[in-house]
């Protein structure tokens, strides 16, 4: 019945908007808070998530839900029924205190693996990893109780590509990628980084850099901003959208590379429908969908040739002390390897995808009871040496590395998905626009044009495979991927 209807999405609003408060508050804690107003900050967040989650509970919400599914919905109204269940079931079918005791266990377990991590001693973090996972698991049981436990919690994040689509995807990472890392480890010669040597970089002429480039992309002045924090994000909606960078002083490619990656997640969010604010169809996919937003931009316009011919000039420009470095420096100075690294939050382009399949089968067999939590190290380490060749020492460079577990085993395959389908999009994309001529002419707009026509007018309109289909012609394939990384660090490497 359309009065359902309506009334759903009025509910649906009212979540939207609390939800949009918060992250502005997350926003200004993070950015322009001074630092004593933590404990009042801290106490409108909780009240707000309260609020939003006493309304996205409402057993209201899900009798509207049924009520407009008996009517006959139009395909509009099912997508945004789809959508809105998906959440709902996550929230209404746990029990109030298992949600309680899940966030208060991951917030103590914080300090329990930053001490553990310290010391070098996983055996201090065990027990809480045992409990989280056991907790967690408890959760996925109410949400789905017939389902694999893993397979529930990669949904959270990722609801409509399957676990068997993101192992398809990693196997032919395995096959293919493994190779070609271990010939560039055997070649042993890394292109050196001109940026290292000519630093340091003024952060304050980074800054404004960064703000020269994001107007050469095309980012609306009148809806967006661009401030500084310790982690770079992106929050907001299509009306106004805040993308942060931080800058490193020694090497002035990690900031602009970084400004650069959120540009595409706030791009995605600018591109929503303007008409459609609070409700599903003017919000964004998946994560996997979202990073693949980023991953675009940082990775196939960042990190290309035609990017540098137009960069450079405007960049030694800010920094003269630039004024000797080529292009083909520059080019294989930020696409540069290193197969010896340990550290995911550190990794290139194409060793990350291991560390996140490290994660993945480790965090997988974990939650599957198949691994005891003893077996951790032990287990992460092997895999290490399997796919990297690399070994780490110490517990706190191997599986203490990240904070993730305390929050959850399913986290990191949505930054492959992303990469994958950047590489999908960018393939499709080249099917109609000579992209290389247009990003050396600093002609961004038929691309962003692109990127709103096939991805983000959509907002959830569709579900995440579909949404790809709709967008490429085919289903999420990592064959483009493959194909691009292959093409590119043979090139470069010279193998
Ligand atoms: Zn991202």
């Known amino acids: 019945m359309n009065d359902a209807y309506e009334r759903l999405l009025e509910r649906y609003q009212t979540i939207t908007d609390l939800e949009q408060a918060r992250m502005v508050l997350g926003w ?189 992309l095309g980012f609306d002045p009148e ?73 675009f931009w940082e990775n196939h316009v960042g990190r290309s040739r035609p990017f540098w011919e137009l960069i450079l000039p405007e960049m030694r420009d800010r920094f003269p002390q630039l004024s000797d470095v080529s292009v083909d420096e520059a080019y294989e100075a930020v696409n540069r390897i290193y197969p010896e690294n340990l550290i995911r939050v550190e990794a290139d382009e194409l060793t990350y995808h291991l560390h996140v399949l490290v994660r993945f089968e480790v965090g997988r067999e974990f939650v599957a009871g198949n691994l005891a939590v003893d077996e951790i190290p032990r287990a992460w380490n092997d895999r290490m040496e399997w796919y990297l060749g690399v070994s780490p020492e110490t517990d706190a460079e191997g599986c203490l590395q990240d904070v993730h577990w305390t929050e959850g085993f399913a986290a990191f395959q949505a930054y492959t998905i992303g990469s994958v389908l950047a590489a999908q999009l960018d393939a499709a994309m080249r099917e109609d626009l000579d992209v290389d001529a247009l990003i050396r002419e600093g002609e961004f707009e038929p691309i962003r044009e692109w990127l709103r026509e096939h991805v983000h007018r959509h907002g959830r309109r569709y579900p995440a495979d579909e949404l790809i289909e709709v967008a490429t012609g085919e289903p999420l394939t990592a064959d483009y991927f493959v194909e691009y990384a292959k093409e590119k660090y043979t090139d470069l490497y010279g193998l």
């Open 223 to 295: 809806r967006t901003r661009l401030d500084r924090s310790a982690h770079p994000f992106t929050v907001g909606n299509q009306y106004d959208c805040r993308i942060t960078t931080r800058f490193n002083e020694d090497d002035v490619v990690d900031g602009l590379l970084g400004t650069v990656h959120e540009f595409g997640h706030g791009l995605y969010q600018l591109g929503l429908p303007d008409e459609e604010y609070g409700s599903p169809l003017g919000e964004a996919q998946s994560l996997g969908v979202h990073e693949s937003q980023a991953r």
């Open 28 to 216: 200004d804690q993070q950015v322009t808070m001074p630092d004593g107003g933590t404990p009042a900050r801290a106490q409108q967040m909780s009240t707000v998530s309260a609020l939003q989650h006493e309304r996205r509970t409402d057993p209201e919400l899900g009798e509207l839900l049924d009520a407009v599914e008996a009517n006959d919905p139009d395909e509009r109204q099912q997508a945004v029924v789809q959508e809105i269940r998906h959440d709902y079931e996550r929230e209404a079918e746990v029990p109030a205190d298992l949600v309680e005791e899940i966030s208060r266990t991951s917030s103590e377990a914080q300090q329990v693996w930053e001490r553990a991590r310290e010391e070098d001693d996983f055996e201090q973090f065990a027990p809480t990893l045992e409990r989280i996972r056991d907790l967690q698991v408890e959760r996925a049981g109410h949400v789905d109780p017939d389902a694999d436990p893993f397979a529930v919690m990669h949904e959270d994040d990722e609801p409509d590509l399957s676990i068997e689509t993101v192992e398809r995807i990693f196997d032919r990472i395995k096959s293919d990628l493994v190779p070609l890392i271990e010939e560039i480890r055997e070649r042993g010669d890394a292109p050196a980084s001109p940026f290292e040597a000519q630093g340091p970089y003024d952060e304050d002429e980074q800054f404004e850099f960064s703000k020269e480039v994001l107007e050469t």
